[in-house]
């Protein structure tokens, strides 16, 4: 979450430097006095814009937050089959009864989360095509709480404010497992919040997941300086060429190699260790759309449970939901590259050169 917010606050702040350049030339879409978009172009770019909010808004939840905490959680069941067979003793004139044989196989059962589309259909199941957005509405009042809390916060230094956040909220955010992980039931999300007495039972590792969010960012910041990145950066900015356009471009390869190292090697991990406390946490007589650890976790204990295998199956589901989420975005692109040139013409070159300056 701290990632997210980080990530949000950075775009927000440029969108907002952008409009104020809008602001101060006049607007980029001007040619001369007359307007380059027709009232009809600017409808329907608007009206584009906002069905691609809500798509990928909805995706990025499914796909990047539902399924993959659903993977986390999940705990795989083994099928047990027991085979009885007889033998009769080898002397038939004894009236012993006969010797029974069993025969005991465990065959491991393939995940839910396996395949995106087994967990849409179990999903599907479970809650109607509404499941998909299962927790939607508390997911969204956690998050619009981490940015009014993160506001709150803002006086504390080196991210300490979005870590005291997500400490302060970890029952929330426990609660939004809850209510993806259990079953359906009438009862509205704020009345199955889970008691302010399990704060203490995951205070430590929303802490930890939290601080491993922040050096995420922290150390590919620090990564970043120490190779002089910034300093390119600036120069570029203030119009100046850049000496040498290869090195930089791998500095920023670099970056980002470490940026993602620390994601998946420890930002992920901890977090499935966190969701699967919070799933353990669930009151026994809550049923479960998936199978889960139903005794209580410690953090040791949840550290254990999450083996390779488990990894690399969230890591899957990750991967997959970036996938689709990035295929939204292209079509999304596509679409609007073809109605500027409808609308356009000619003009279009012109328009992308004036916005590219802006940007």
Known sequence: ??????????IVRRGMDIHQAHQSSGGHRKHGDKSLLTPLAIATLAFTSIIFFFTIMMASYTYGHLI???A???????LLIETTTTEEKEDSTDKEPLLEQCEVT???QTP?????RTTLQHLRVNGGFSGRYRGLS???VYFLLCSQFSIVFSFLPYGLGDVLTMIVLSTIRMGWTHAIVSAPSPLPW???????KTFKKIAPITAIVALSEELSIGVPFLFAGALGLFKSIDRQASGETIEDPEACLLKIFAVAAVFFSCVILVVVPVTMVMARIHASLIEENVDTIVSVHREPLSIKEAWKSVDWNARVHVYKAYLKGFAIQMSIMILFSAVVYVQLVMFLGPKFP?????YMLMV
């Open 112 to 116: 839910i989360t396996a395949s995106i």
């Open 106 to 108: 465990l065959i491991q």
């Open 72 to 78: 986390m959680v999940e705990t795989p069941t083994a």
């Open 350 to 354: 012109e328009v992308i050169t004036q």
């Open 68 to 70: 993959p905490t659903l």
């Open 138 to 140: 508390m997911f969204v």
């Open 190 to 196: 704020f009345r199955r919040l889970p008691s302010v």
């Open 1 to 10: 979450m701290a990632i997210m917010n980080s990530v949000t606050n950075h």
